[in-house]
């Protein structure tokens, strides 16, 4: 007796001929989002020279960056591509494609000035953010990263680089706030640049776009801005304190010479502070340190000898040094910030070969990141703390259909969508936002 298979057989015709369906339905609140923010006002405030002719504004062009980026696409190609799509031309208010011609022409049209205005704009939505959150104290975090190009990109140097050592690279500079884990300031800058280079414009320019509700700041930072430059810029804003690692060619001489003091419940450990005069620094500064017990050598040895790790910081901050060594632990959660943005939100991916074109690219990056974290934060707090590339799979990339009745535009979602309500819950708190 045969055996007959119980597998039915899937007969579905498949087309290509179905209308107005987008794949990014959450773009539609990231976009709210930005309009109620001012976004496409602080775009279309950038001083670029202009044709009189134009088709398109530079707001949308530039959202349409910032709306593709968010929506997984690292390439003016595919933001092309993106543009096709009927949500994206509603929401841009298009009629056809913005080609990668025209985008690219714009962005070229960009220089150091047009990339301040664009910097100083970030600060401006990030005031209004905080204002709305009611921030009066905040870490600035300040962190510098290699990002390795492919190609004779202007402004790419060989320096540093231990993701492909001998490739070019830009060495970007970044401060992010611990609030809301935004990027408040980016710089792009030459590979061959050391970390500290020109920190202390960098942060003298952070100071000064920073949300005017943020009263109190530490600013953190690890040994490659060990600077005494960049120390006297933070002393000289109220209410900063500064955590800074210690980077000193004599630093095992140094600490080996101090008084130790043990930490309770804590054997292996111990802590001092004490205050010192670096090489060429203007004044003397307190320096805290903890150090823990990592071998004892006795053989062959009359007097055993005891081997340590050292941890030290320059800081003006009054508590405990292990109070100190803990909080500067906490830094490390912005390197995770740092990939986001390159990783994530595809800093660096989109390139030309003009360098004032390739930072204001970088800076589209960047905002798109801070719009993830803004919009969730003001709206959700189980959902800020998910990566971007996670908050953008189940918001951002849900399939939906986009249909005209009488004279209304509606979105229609799948009906049984896992997760319809977080999804609501986002919308209808964008819907419900003001920004003074």
Known sequence: ?????????????TSFDGKNLTNFSGVLVAK???EKLGVGNLFNKIGIK?????????????????????????RISKI????????????????????????SNRIKRFGMEQNSQLMDGIGELSNKVHKKLGTKSDILDMDSTVHTVFGNQEGAEKG?????????????????????????LSWLRP?????????????????????KSINKLLVRADSGFFQDELIRVIESRANTTYLIKVKLKNLHSLLSGQKWFSIPKMPEWEMTEFMHKSSGWQKARKFVSLRKLVKVEKVNRLFAVKY?????????????????????G???TSENWIEAVKRQMFAGSMMTHDFWANEALWQMSVLAYNISVWVRKLSDEATWREEPATFRSWFIQLAGKVVRSGRRLYLKMYSAYYYKERWRKIENAVDDLVFG
């Open 1 to 13: 007796m045969k055996n007959k298979s119980t597998q039915k057989e899937i007969k579905i015709k």
């Open 32 to 34: 709210k989002f930005m």
């Open 50 to 74: 202009l044709h009189h002719n134009i088709k398109y504004e530079t707001s949308q062009i530039l959202s349409s960056l910032v709306l593709g980026i968010m929506s997984g696409l690292n």
């Open 80 to 103: 092309e591509m993106f543009t096709r799509d009927p949500l994206i031309q509603e929401i841009l208010d298009i009629d056809d494609k913005l080609d990668a011609d025209t985008i």
């Open 160 to 184: 540093y680089n231990p993701e492909k050592k001998g490739a070019k690279s830009y060495h970007p500079l970044l401060g992010f706030l611990d609030s809301t884990k935004e990027c408040i």
């Open 191 to 211: 590979g061959n640049s050391y970390t500290s280079n020109n920190a202390a414009g960098f942060i003298k320019q952070a100071f000064a776009i920073l949300p």
């Open 308 to 328: 340590y790790d050292y941890f030290c910081y320059v800081t003006n901050i009054y508590e405990s040094p292990l109070m100190i060594h803990s909080l500067y």
């Open 330 to 332: 906490d830094r490390s």
